[in-house]
């Protein structure tokens, strides 16, 4: 089924950039659509990019043109390159499969402040 273990967050100043990490167990990583999601004290969970077994990337309206998502099957890691970091960026990120959520990690925490 699956786990996934995030890392790379940490404190960045506004406009900073941090690398996210999901690493996942299971021979076939490779055929799941992969997303990683945030939330933010207060709010609910929010999907904000994802990424088909093909490669192809979708991103919330919130992060494009500032986030980039990729996946590496071969190392089943999934990343997230996060750029122009702001202050509403702030929140726990996690990753999971799109389709059929398997139970959450603990998630890798983003501050973004000065």
Known sequence: ??????SGGG??????????????SGS???LY?????????GKQRELV????????TNY???VKGRFTISRDNAKNTVYLQMNS???EDTAVYYCNKILYPVAWGQ???VTVSS
């Open 107 to 109: 998630g890798t925490q």
């Open 1 to 6: 089924q699956g786990q996934f273990v995030e």
């Open 49 to 56: 990019a994802d990424i088909t077994s093909g490669g192809s």
């Open 85 to 87: 970091l702001k202050s």
């Open 60 to 62: 919330s309206d919130s």
């Open 33 to 41: 659509a992969m997303g990683w999601y945030r939330q933010a004290p």
């Open 28 to 30: 076939i990583f490779r």
């Open 11 to 24: 404190l960045v100043q506004p406009g900073g950039s941090l690398r996210l990490s999901c690493a996942a």
